[in-house]
């Protein structure tokens, strides 16, 4: 019996790679699996594992207030010493492009263990854009045994860079595998619907506009927190967003505030304490854990975010996504048509979401283009791999 051990650190991590862990455990003849969190997230982080019923063999526990990378990064590197000596696993399981991938692949690579490096691939070839995820998810490519690459592009992009095409499997993205379990729990479950709602309900929303979207009241779906949107960048789009909502009496805009005081500080500044009188349409809210936030992806008419995640996840339910970046590891959703880039110019944004507001057509062709990220099977596709290849 083989021993993998993933490590994930942050919810978006955690979202995808909670499939894979479960999928492993289901398969209890051939693996011994474990799982070790860093807690780079820490609440959100538990949101998830708990929602998944992942209970972590390992904590790292190394969020702190005021961290930065340089903290981060070394507590990752020494406690995942500490780990993997006393597991010795046959190899490491890491997602995407977080610090805590980087860093436990390379303590894994110190110890010559192998790596396998789930979402592998991703690039905007500009080591500062994304920061610093562009360059931790190259380092963690260079490190790894194993590549599973989500698009026939991604893979395009590792042999570019000398990666062996051996090491390379295109196996689509388990984020996919992550929403049909959440949303069908949703969608089979009353009881899970009426829990999501009672929450969303306490949250400042209410239940007559939760009952207004399910009945084709539009309401746009806003998500930030990108390092490089601090300061005017934020500024930009919360003025875009305040001004559209008096453009769109009649449209809703749910903006679920990350933690980071440079998200919420710019909030505040355009939007002030009675933002509820002055802008009734505008919902600011806490954040929402990932249940929760998969119903508002449902009832959304389309998602303003400037993250990486939800460009593949929104697709999967038909949703148009307007990234609120300049550029983006994940261009297929932009080929595909699904997504567009709108950057954090105010113009920019106003003019995206009126378009899609006002105009039918262009909405229908960003609604029913094919999602370029899979059919939620990668997490099967992974683990035959692994069983003809471990």
Known sequence: MKKVMLVFGTRPEAI????????????????????????????????????????????????SKKQDLFDITSKILIGMKKVLQEVRPDIVFVHGDTTTSMAAALSAFYLQIPVAH??????????????????????TSRIATYNFAPTALSRDNLLAEGIKDRSIHVVGNTVIDALHLVSGRIMSDRETGKAVEAVLSLSGIGNERLQAWGNGKRMILITGHRRENFGEGFLHICQAIRDLSLKYPDTDFVYPMHMNPNVRKPIAQIFGNRHRTEYPNVFLIEPVAYLPFVYLMNRAFFVLTDSGGIQEEAPGLGKPVLVMRDTTERP??????????????????????????????????????????GDGQSVSRIIEIMQQNL
């Not at 567009?340 to 057509?361: F, H, K, P, Q």
């Open 16 to 63: 995808k790679m909670c499939p894979l862990a479960i999928g492993f455990k289901n398969n209890g003849n051939d693996f011994k699996t474990y799982v070790c969190v860093t807690g780079q997230h820490r609440e959100m982080l538990d949101q998830v594992l708990e929602l998944f019923g992942i209970r972590p063999d390992f904590d790292l526990d190394v969020m």
């Open 118 to 139: 789930v979402e592998a691939g991703l690039r905007t070839h500009n080591i500062y854009s994304p920061w610093p995820e562009e360059v931790n998810r190259q380092i």
């Open 332 to 373: 297929e959703a932009i080929e595909a048509g699904t997504a567009r880039l709108v950057g954090t110019d105010y113009r920019n944004i106003v003019s995206g979401v009126s378009e899609l507001l006002d105009n039918n057509a262009a909405y229908l062709r960003m609604s029913k283009a094919a999602n370029p990220y």
